[in-house]
């Protein structure tokens, strides 16, 4: 299993509001962090710097190349993203399908999988976890607290791989913030946008809470009907 020290590493790729949120955590937790985005990393360098003081901006090649890569770019970009330079990285999934900035995507609002789902086939061989983006960029920036604070968040997790979801674990804790495995990548569907969950900012037990409704849920029912029965 992870542990912290088997952690140095932090690879961000997008380098707006969430992923320089992500990158000043993994700077407070003593984690190497590189950021890339489209644009060059001479055009990103200094906001990054200023951001998150310590962070290097890199290009995306060098940034996937890091023990942990999260992805905090909008959803409708994912095609984008270079299965190549991610061949093999374990990719936390932070993104977001939202239809006001990508557009009305059918394929992204398929009841029938969830968009990590859709981005794991995509990255074929690239491990998968879905984590970090149904809290807000608020708490991201000012709600970190260390294990053992009563006011500390959780924050999901959903994966395929036990091993790296325990990984993905090791991470959010050193982010400050509490795991709570929420099981396969196909129940990323329960922390999605349109979730109770998403944007509540709940501590680990009510997190939990949370999940379990959620087949009770408008949304869950929805997805329920369309995988083809009870999914409890």
């Known amino acids: 299993m992870t542990s912290t020290t088997d952690l140095t590493t932090l690879g961000v790729i997008g380098a707006g509001r969430i992923g320089r949120a992500i990158a000043v955590l993994g700077r407070a937790a003593g984690l190497e962090v590189r950021v890339a985005a489209s644009r060059p990393p001479e055009q990103i360098r200094a906001e990054v710097e200023a951001a998150a003081p310590g962070a290097r901006a890199v290009s995306v090649e060098e940034a996937a190349r ?3 890569v ?3 770019i909008p959803m409708g970009r ?3 993203l270079p299965v190549d330079a991610l061949q093999g990285a374990l990719v936390v999934d932070a993104m977001n399908y939202w239809w006001e900035l990508d557009g009305a995507r059918p394929d992204l609002d398929d009841p029938t999988t969830s968009t990590s789902e859709i981005l794991q086939a995509h990255l074929a061989g690239s491990r998968v976890v879905k984590a970090l983006g149904h809290v807000s960029g608020y708490a991201l920036e000012e709600l ?4 053992g604070d009563p006011d500390r968040l959780g924050m999901a997790i959903a994966g395929d791989d036990a091993d790296d979801v325990a990984a993905v674990g090791v991470l959010i804790d050193a982010l400050g913030f509490e ?9 990323g569907v329960r922390f999605e946008p349109g979730t109770e969950l998403f944007g509540a900012d709940a501590g680990a037990e009510e997190a939990r809470e949370m999940l379990a409704r959620f087949w009770n849920s408008q949304r869950g029912r929805v997805v329920a009907r369309a995988r083809g029965g009870d999914q409890k």
């Open 144 to 147: 970190a607290r260390p294990a």
């Open 179 to 187: 795991p709570v495995p929420a099981g396969p990548l196909a129940e």
């Open 66 to 68: 890091a023990d942990i």
């Open 70 to 72: 999260v992805l905090a």
């Open 78 to 80: 994912y095609r984008q």
